[in-house]
């Protein structure tokens, strides 16, 4: 199973950013999905999920209403959405493949992840 992780870059604040994640390995249209993100020296954490079928999206608080997370299982292809950027959403963006929807917010629902993707905002 491969994730590949791309569109990071360096933004200034109230910008826009829009991540993709490439998979391939697994069976893309059957797999929930979700982004985490990890800024330097804190824990990695949820930033959103999306489930097979895309009737199910879950964001964290602190991106609702500024992210979307959206799939295209035709191109078996995630996309994370980042609208209003702030100093605080620099990270490295992680997606990941889930194996339990019901924990979608936490590290330990993931099966497998990708490399990362270094989203830096400025001020």
């Known amino acids: 199973v491969q994730l590949q992780a791309s569109g990071g870059g360096l933004v200034q604040a109230g910008g826009s950013l829009r991540l993709s994640c490439a998979a391939s390995g697994l069976t893309f249209s059957n797999t929930d999905m979700g982004w985490f993100r990890q800024a330097p020296g804190k824990e990695r954490e949820f930033v959103a999920g999306i489930d097979w079928g895309e009737s199910n999206r879950v964001y964290s608080g602190s991106v609702k209403d500024r992210f979307t997370i959206s799939r295209d299982n035709a191109k078996n292809t995630m996309y994370l959405q980042m609208n209003s950027l702030k100093p605080v959403d620099t990270a490295v963006y992680y997606c990941?493949?889930?194996?339990?929807?019901?924990?979608?917010?936490?590290?330990?629902?993931?099966?497998?992840w990708g490399q990362g993707t270094l989203v830096t905002v400025s001020s």
């Open positions: 990941a493949a889930a194996r339990n929807w019901r924990r979608i917010r936490f590290t330990d629902a993931y099966a497998y």
